[in-house]
């Protein structure tokens, strides 16, 4: 067993890096939210959380002091799901659910399934985006 704050078994491939969103700080073990491209902030009560903290950037105290967006400092974030690379059929925000759309390309949600939750932006139809999948 890990001696860390986190750690008790994480699957090989669940370590993503992400930046963390100007105005936040965020420490070790708490729970993120995608807030934009590529970037988290801490998740508030009962929000969707993508994922914990793992670590962050090099030589910062994460568990007192924390890593702070307004000093461009970056998060290791544990995701136990996969993240790919999908089609965009029309514009697409980072954060947003994803569902199925026509001709094999992803939308946000409206009325189908959630498939994913977008980690990128697509600004419109045939633009690869960044997500991960429900």
């Keep these: 067993m890990a001696r860390n704050k986190v750690e008790y078994h994480i699957q090989e491939g669940a370590f993503h890096t992400f930046k963390v969103k100007a105005g936040q700080t965020i420490k070790i073990g708490q729970p993120v939210v995608i807030s934009g491209d590529m ?3 801490l998740a508030g009560a009962g929000a969707e959380a993508i994922g914990i903290v793992y670590s ?12 702070k967006g307004d000093n461009g400092d970056v998060v290791t974030v544990v995701v136990l799901k996969p993240i790919v690379y999908l089609t965009a059929g029309g514009a697409v925000t980072a954060g947003d659910n994803v569902e199925v759309g026509a001709g094999g390309k992803f939308i946000k949600q409206a009325t189908g399934a959630k498939v994913a939750k977008a980690l990128t932006g697509a600004s419109g139809d045939g633009v690869t985006f960044t997500a991960i999948l429900a």
Excluded: H, N, P
């Excluded at 090099?58 to 007192?64: A, F, M, P, R």
């Design 56 to 67: 962050g950037t090099v030589g910062l105290d994460g568990v007192t002091a924390g890593y």
């Design 39 to 41: 970037t988290v902030s």
